[in-house]
């Protein structure tokens, strides 16, 4: 019979061979430090227009509320990473992470043989798996869990490979030997604060309602005219606190064939964005988080940028 530690490195050695940046275990429990900081930012309305924030308070803060008698959480990092592509300077810009398919179906399906692997493995086993699409707080749990500290732009960021990855979860009764949890090194930096153009980021906080990833894609009624002019050319999302980090410096590009951007939507011009159509949108943006802020949100975000 296997120990709770050589079941442990098994799953992380198939993690790597199927591609994955990291993969680390923390044991499944009820995040008493995150508690009281979710309500005093939820309290402060610093969701924004994410009403969904302030849903399912017990299960955000639990897994075992996800998966009844659940021991273990597995952390896993998949890397995005891309240099910026856009070819005109002057275009309205991208968030790396939407360059290339929806990253919930490719991470999701990337995740597949690995359950595929635990069940065959271990026999039967609960489990549930996450990627961004439960109240799971998958920062919390991954620095848990050793994969990274929560940087002060509340990024996850790990040493020598910076931030530019996606984070998913699974949820097991399967018990596992926990990862010591990972330490702070931003030390006395503050470039991601002082580079926010909304001043969105305090440090270790974000004030959702400002950022411009949450005004360029959830919220749904105008962008407010106190905006304008601060935008820095982002039409969907934004990583400016990204790309000033440091530790950005030591990302790689990622080997995920879907993440590769279509040529046709690195070549926009900046003519060509503000002239976009529906049908072109369609047919650009098919298969990617980009049609999450639809055509008329993308349109809003466009109109915005010339003000």
């Not at 992470?97 to 179906?105: C, F």
């Not at 030997?177 to 305090?202: E, K, L, Q, Y």
């Not at 990617?288 to 639809?294: D, E």
């Amino acid at each position: 019979m296997q120990s709770v530690r050589e079941a442990a490195d098994l799953i992380k050695a198939e993690a790597t061979r199927l591609g994955f940046l990291a993969c680390g275990i923390a044991r499944a429990g009820f995040l008493a430090d995150e508690a009281p900081r979710l309500e005093q930012w939820l309290r402060e309305g610093k969701h924004g227009s994410m009403a969904y924030m302030a849903n399912h308070f017990d299960m955000r803060l639990d897994p075992r509320k996800l998966v009844p008698g659940a021991r273990s959480v597995i952390s896993l990092a998949y890397n995005y990473f891309t240099p910026p592509q856009q070819i005109d300077p002057d275009a309205p810009k991208l968030s790396t992470y939407a360059y290339g398919r929806d990253y919930h179906k490719v991470v999701k399906k990337r995740l597949r043989p690995l359950v595929v692997f635990i069940a065959e493995r271990f026999g039967e086993v609960a489990l549930r798996t996450f990627v961004d699409s439960a109240p799971v707080m998958e920062k919390a749990w991954a620095q848990r869990a050793g994969l990274g500290w929560v940087g002060k732009h509340t990024n996850l960021i790990r040493k020598g490979e910076g931030s530019f990855f996606f984070l998913c979860e699974i949820i097991t009764d399967l018990e596992l030997d926990p990862d010591p949890p990972a330490t702070d090194h931003c030390g006395t930096c503050r470039r991601c604060i002082d580079a926010c153009p909304t001043d969105a980021i305090t440090p270790y906080g974000v004030d959702g309602s400002r950022c411009i990833s949450h005004l360029t894609i959830e919220l749904k009624e105008d962008i407010p005219a106190e905006f304008s002019g601060k935008m820095g050319g982002w039409t969907f999302g934004c990583d400016i606190c990204q790309q000033v980090c440091p530790w950005n410096r030591f990302s790689q590009p990622h080997q995920e064939p879907e993440f590769v951007p279509k040529p046709e939507v690195m070549r926009l011009s900046a003519d060509e964005w503000h002239g976009m159509t529906e049908v072109l949108f369609d047919r650009l943006f098919e298969g990617s988080a980009v049609k999450r802020a639809k055509y008329e949100g993308l349109a809003r975000n466009l109109r915005f940028l010339r003000t």
